[in-house]
């Protein structure tokens, strides 16, 4: 992953300082929000089953907490490196703010490659993790959730090692559960659904219809393959969907049901998927197909200079954090392509996790319907008053939602007396 070149905290810590400009803030504004409250990083012993001991390194970043406990997920990838842990607890806090949920932000990462590991020491990975940071983590201090490499299994390993460590029953520590250790319905598929609901709302708002448009998804893991079908059931062609094997296209739009169903069973294979459609081997084919719109899913930095260009679509819709990069977010407004920004389209996943964690700190638990019903209105009305800044002011839907974030996170601080 690019540590130097496009290193992701100094392109947020860009944005944080522009719009703390533009809105005129105290400087102090700036100056607790441009690194993480607290960071720690954990070196732990994990048992491989060779009977050798791995030391393995991990992170834990607490951006921000004025509005509420930290929250974000842990990330298991073999590239994570503290500065982007740092940028991606920033987005958590900027995130949460736009959302309206009383959290602050922050994330998790693990430097360890999840394919080299048996299913033992991934428990003992995520166990071990868990271990290390306990002391810095709760239900009302700081709450991890599934990211990039993690998913619901890992979450069940890691709520039972909090549980022993501290005594005690606190579901409520970790989101992202599996239902029956109380995760939430609608929390798999929360993020792809919000990436969806996003759409339609901009669509009605730009006033054009989803019905028919062309969009193409990079990424086809549980946030681009949720937000794929999703789009499907809303009526969109899905003409191209990429993972890090390749790309598959079709024109006339491709069986995203059965392509889903394959990745299932088959993940990172895309390219090998039995269908009616081309294949290319370029994983970053779907950001420059002849689209409406494109929805980058996968990893950050995918829109860059040097494909910026090429993209032939209208809007960009970014379901994961941070796939544009500065230079490329430029060269994309000058070009007139509308960017929904990750801050906005990708907090369907947090969203669902705040509801669970409300669940859990009440002990009583709320239908699929109920989820859905209320994950709409929540997402319409972060939309609507993004929207509402970016006309106001007339800037771009990115400057317009850190504006609406850092007001609120601004207002918080001051009121706690920190400035
Ligand atoms: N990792 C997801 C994100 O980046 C979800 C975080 C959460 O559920 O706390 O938004």
Request: net charge negative; aromatic share 8%.
């Amino acid at each position: 992953m690019g540590e130097e070149k496009n290193n992701v905290l100094a392109g947020v810590q860009e944005h944080i300082k522009k719009v703390c400009d533009s809105l005129g803030m105290e400087p102090a504004v700036y100056e607790i929000l441009k690194e993480p409250l607290r960071f720690y990083e954990v070196t732990f012993p994990v048992k491989m089953d060779d009977g050798t001991i791995r030391m393995v390194k991990g992170y834990r970043s607490q951006h921000n907490d004025a509005l509420g406990p930290a929250k974000g997920g842990v990330r298991f990838h073999p590239g994570v490196y503290a500065d982007e842990v740092k940028a991606l607890s920033a987005w958590m806090t900027i995130k949460c703010a736009i959302a309206n949920l009383p959290y602050g932000g922050g994330k998790g990462g693990v430097v360890i490659d999840t394919r080299e590991l048996s299913e033992g020491e991934l428990e003992r990975v995520s166990r071990g993790y868990i271990r290390a940071i306990a002391p810095y983590i709760g239900p009302l201090v700081d709450i991890p959730a599934p990211d990039m490499g993690t998913n619901p299994k890992v979450m069940g390993w890691m709520v039972d090692e909090y549980c022993k460590q501290v005594g005690y029953h606190a579901p409520g520590v970790i989101t992202g559960k599996p239902i029956i250790v109380g995760g939430s319905l609608g929390r798999g598929p929360a993020t792809g659904r919000g990436i969806m609901l996003t759409f339609k709302r901009f669509a009605q708002a730009e006033g054009f219809d989803p019905k028919g448009m062309r969009v193409a998804i990079q990424g086809f893991g549980n946030v681009g393959r949720s937000a794929a079908l999703h789009l499907h059931e809303l009526g969109c062609k899905v003409v191209a969907i990429s993972d890090i094997s390749g790309t598959v296209y079709n024109s006339k739009g491709l069986d995203v049901p059965a392509l889903a169903k394959y990745a299932e069973k088959n993940p990172d294979n895309l390219k090998d998927a039995p269908g009616e459609h081309e294949v290319s081997a370029d994983t970053r084919y779907a950001l420059e197909v002849d689209a409406d719109a494109i929805f980058p899913c996968a990893l950050e930095n995918q829109i860059t200079e040097e494909n910026a260009p090429r993209i032939k679509a209208k809007y960009v819709i970014e379901g994961a954090n941070g796939p544009t990069t500065t230079a490329a977010d430029q060269i994309l407004q000058e070009r007139g392509i509308k960017v929904v920004p990750d801050v906005l389209a990708n907090t369907g996943g947090v969203t669902v996790s705040y509801f669970e964690w409300v669940q859990n700190l009440q002990n009583y638990y709320w239908t699929e319907e109920e989820i859905n019903e209320k994950l709409e209105i929540n997402m319409n009305k972060a939309f609507d008053d993004l929207y509402a800044m970016h006309k106001k002011h007339n800037v771009d839907m990115r400057t317009a939602a850190y504006m609406v974030a850092i007001d609120k996170l601004a207002r918080a601080m001051k009121a706690r007396g920190w400035f």
